[in-house]
């Protein structure tokens, strides 16, 4: 089973709880947060992955993939959206998501 801690990062209860507890169950260890500066709080304490919803209510997800970053550089990130853009996709991959 694996022991790698994963950050589910979105300001819908039901997306969190439905993406955590499929991670549960495949053996991950599963933080949450519903807002940016929460997740960058949990991020602190070390995760080796975040499922990073782009919108949320008081930062953007481009902002929280950087402060991730700079936490720790190794962390992957995977950024989530309904709001796709070719220019915040490519921001993104720039950023390291």
């Given amino acids: 089973m694996a022991h790698e801690t994963i950050l589910v990062i979105d300001d819908e209860q039901l997306i969190r709880r439905s ?3 499929r991670l549960t169950v495949a053996g991950y260890q599963v933080l949450e947060a519903e807002d ?5 709080e949990k991020a602190s304490a070390g995760v080796d992955l975040a499922i990073l919803d782009y919108r949320l209510p008081d930062l953007d997800g481009l902002s929280v993939l950087k402060q991730i970053r700079q936490i720790d550089p190794d ?3 995977i950024l989530l959206t309904a709001y796709a853009s070719v220019d915040t996709a490519v921001e993104a991959m720039k950023l390291g998501a």
């Fill in 19 to 21: 993406i955590g507890k």
């Fill in 75 to 77: 962390v992957l990130v």
């Fill in 36 to 40: 940016g500066k929460t997740a960058i």
